[in-house]
């Protein structure tokens, strides 16, 4: 785009050539004028296709030459005037002005006009347009044998951040003022830009001005491949460059990608050995957060790299153990676990960045350490239940005793009287004891058997010792209740 500006301050010119020069969208050429007499002669000579002139200095009188020229002149014009007066709008309305602005200009807002008025402009090679639609698309999935080699453009791959996006950007990428020197396709997943020039630092200007004006149009980022190799077809390019991309697997998005700059892939098997499966299942069951970290970083080490499937494999082998550690706990009941669990797994199939499928597995680690703590705290609470579901079981058995049943719980027997008695009201041997009597007064009454049989029967060696707990509890001799 050729554009004049004209105002009698050389350096607020000279800061609006630099904005445009450093932020417009595109290639932009600048001609300053500081005097308005000059201005026909620059207007005849550097043709531009935009004006912007301070109204401010343009005479009243409209049988002046200069009238005659802007008349004559076909692109568009912006003006701007110090003060919004009448008589300026007066002369904006009568030179057709595309926008008047009030000084001081807001940039952005010229930048957004100089864009509009560029789309307007038609500046692209029909017939090479027509020609490169034709056969794009054929061409770019021909044999790489093919003897038709690209020596005249600059391809490029975008990928953006989110894939529901692409619609949104191809439109996008056809609005903007680069689009007169580059070609635009969409794919599947991306979108191939072929830029008809030779100079790849162009391109890289280019480039890195779509990315910024994506992220301020979509808060969003890309990722951009540059073939910057030797030229070849438009299949080797589509292929090289598309391996290169694949580099966002480990460096997230808004990024540049060089095909000439690769990773090379390191052998590595995606199945955890048995060894590492142990690892995992003891970190997940001691609650060491910082031991799945270290297991799971260590496929991240700076200039090391693999293959995604293998990646994504091993992942789902990382999982295969989690749900190990789910199932023991139960946490597979909990409906919002166990939906959180298919995401996830999705997340390691489908996610483009590496970094996000780690810390998602973190997160999710992290939530289920700690819901098998408090699902052990909750068992703690009913060691109570346990042990008197183990006397109800075994109290006929004269070994039953409170060490016996806190090592069978794996707790310690002091800690099991703590909490018996404070839950039952009543030490563990007298509620034993109440269980074996209990069940004694019934056994006299419905049975023959003798005192010591009855006695031996509900876990008491000593007759005696059976007699003297019966009488304390129930009041009278284990024979005279049986004869009552």
């Known amino acids: 785009m050729r554009l004049l500006l004209i105002d009698r301050d050389p350096a607020e010119l000279s800061g609006i050539q630099w904005f445009l020069h450093t932020y417009f969208p595109g290639d932009v050429l600048i001609e300053m004028c500081t005097s308005i007499t000059e201005a026909p002669k620059i207007i005849q000579q550097f043709e531009p296709e935009v004006i912007l002139l301070n109204i401010d200095l343009f005479p009243n009188n409209r049988l002046t030459v200069l009238y005659r020229v802007f008349q004559k002149y076909s692109g568009a014009i912006l003006a701007m005037t110090t ?10 309305i009568e030179l057709q002005v595309a926008h008047l602005f009030v000084k001081p200009i807001d940039l952005e807002v010229l930048k957004q006009k100089l864009t509009a008025i560029s789309l307007r402009t038609p500046q692209v090679n029909d017939a090479y347009e027509e020609a490169t639609d034709e056969s794009f698309y054929y061409r770019l999935f021909l044999d790489s044998t093919t003897p038709s080699i690209e020596t005249d453009i600059h391809f490029t791959m975008i ?26 396709y969409p794919l599947s997943d991306r979108i191939v830009c072929l830029f ?14 779509l990315m910024k004006e994506w992220r301020l149009t979509s808060n969003s980022s890309l990722n951009i491949g540059i ?18 991309l694949h580099q966002s697997f480990y460096e997230g998005f808004g990024h540049i990608f060089y095909a000439s700059k690769q990773f090379e892939a390191q052998p590595f098997d995606p199945l955890l050995t048995p060894e590492e499966q142990q690892l995992l299942i003891s970190s997940l069951e001691e609650g060491n957060l910082e ?6 970083y260590r496929l991240s080490n700076e200039g090391i790299y693999y293959e995604q499937d293998d990646l994504r494999i091993h992942l789902t082998s990382v999982l295969a153990q989690i749900r190990r550690f789910m199932l023991k706990y139960k946490l597979h009941e909990k409906a919002a676990i166990e939906q959180s669990y298919r995401q996830l797994f999705h997340l390691i199939i489908e996610h483009p960045i590496f970094y996000t499928i780690l810390n998602g597995i973190i997160s999710f680690t992290q939530r289920l350490i700690e819901l098998a703590r408090e699902a052990r705290l909750a068992k703690r609470a009913d060691y109570v239940e346990l042990a008197i579901e183990n006397i109800d079981q075994q109290f006929q058995d004269s070994g039953l005793s409170l060490p016996f049943v806190a090592h069978k719980l794996g707790i310690s027997p002091n800690y099991l009287s703590a909490i018996f008695s404070k839950k039952q009201g009543l030490p563990f041997k007298r509620y034993l004891q109440q269980v074996r009597i209990h069940n004694a007064t019934k056994m006299l009454l419905d049975t023959d058997f003798a005192i010591s049989e009855v006695a031996q029967l509900n876990g008491f060696e000593d007759p005696n010792y059976f007699i003297k707990i019966f009488k304390q509890q129930i009041g009278i001799t284990p024979n005279r209740y049986r004869k009552s």
């Open 227 to 244: 073939y910057d190799g030797e030229p070849t077809t438009l299949k080797n390019m589509y292929t090289l460059t598309k391996r290169a």
């Open 196 to 209: 008809q020039t030779n100079d790849v630092k162009i391109v890289e200007k280019d480039v890195r001005t």
């Open 291 to 296: 031991a799945v970290k270290a297991f799971l």
């Open 83 to 92: 003060e919004p007066l009448f008589k300026n709008a007066l002369k904006a």
């Open 159 to 184: 990928e953006p951040e989110h894939p529901e996006t692409l619609d949104k950007l191809y439109n996008w990428l056809q609005q903007t003022p680069i689009h007169y020197h580059m070609q635009v």
